[in-house]
């Protein structure tokens, strides 16, 4: 027998150059379906709150002082300067989302995290939030970008997670969600919108959670959801099921007595038990305290 020993083949599952290959592509599905499922089982969350909105906003303190650098530094502030409304929906964002971390928190639902993209912009407005009432309800999903180069800095590090596909992504945002925030956003913010509509008119979401979209000049223009009726393409009851709002104290209430009665009747998560559901109807505050 020979003493000289072969070279020791990789195996397959250590094998960087085959994972990252075409003919893997549906093993890195699998992961990024199945390690998400395996963190958020771990952590306990199987509820949330979900958030969508522009990566491109900003506090007004922020704002003024990208602005001021760039005319310092003689920059074309056109562009900048388009995104100066946002501002106060931003702040916005940051209160709601810290109603709605009081209201969990009161009603010991800490099955039930705040989910954004974990971005920049609205995304860390709402992430902001729910990080000064209780970090471990903070969740971000992201999504490999180029100019986003990692998570926003109020993510709780273990609810961190970075998706390569966006459809594997879109799938765990909007599986465990039982209330949806928009707030003003581009192509990736319609996008993101338009699906949820879809699922909930195919059925595919068997639950109506609500969807608040908050900013209503904006929400009102951009899309003519009436026009939309008019010619048929959707139905009335679709648009009807919007709640189009600049309130967050209106926002808020919408999304908790959805949540409550989800609960009641067990079609949002069960880890309290019935009990629970019926503590948290009984005693959640209409409005947060505080504001």
């Known amino acids: 027998m020979s003493e000289i020993l072969g070279p020791k083949p990789t195996k397959s599952y250590k094998n960087d150059a085959f994972l990252s290959s075409r003919q893997a592509r ?6 990024e379906l199945g390690d998400a499922e395996a963190r958020l089982k771990q952590r306990g969350i199987d509820g949330t709150i979900l958030f969508f909105g522009s990566a491109r906003s900003r506090t007004r303190a922020q704002f003024d002082k990208k602005l001021a650098e ?4 003689g920059e074309d502030t056109t562009k900048m300067q388009k995104t100066e409304w946002m501002c106060e929906i931003h702040e916005k964002v940051t209160c709601l989302s810290s109603m709605l971390a009081k209201f969990l928190v009161e009603s010991d639902l800490s099955n039930i995290a705040i989910l954004t993209g974990g971005g920049p912009g609205m995304m860390e407005a709402a992430n902001k939030g729910v990080y000064g009432i209780s970090p471990d309800l903070s969740m971000g999903m992201g999504i490999s970008l180029p100019f986003e180069p990692s998570l926003n800095p109020y993510v709780h590090p273990d ?3 970075e998706f390569h596909y966006f459809f594997t992504r879109k799938f765990w945002m909007v599986l465990q969600a039982m209330s949806l925030v928009v707030a003003p956003g581009g192509v990736g ?3 993101e919108l338009f699906e949820v509509m879809t699922l909930q008119q195919c059925g595919k979401i068997k639950v109506k959670f609500p969807i608040i979209l908050l900013g209503k000049e904006y929400w ?5 959801w009436q026009f939309l009726v008019e010619r ?7 648009v009807d099921a919007l709640f189009i709002t600049d309130d967050i104290d209106a926002a808020y209430n919408k999304i908790v007595d959805s949540i409550k009665v989800q609960l009641k009747e067990g079609i949002g998560p069960q880890q309290k038990g019935q009990k629970k559901a019926q503590e948290v109807q009984k005693t959640a505050p209409p409005v947060a305290p505080g504001h």
């Not at 048929?232 to 679709?238: F, L």
């Open 189 to 191: 913010t319609m996008d």
């Open 159 to 161: 609810l961190a997670f």
């Open 26 to 31: 549906s093993i890195r599905v699998q992961c």
């Open 220 to 224: 009102e223009n951009v899309v003519n």
């Open 232 to 238: 048929g393409t959707i139905s009335q009851s679709d």
């Open 70 to 73: 760039m005319k310092t530094n």
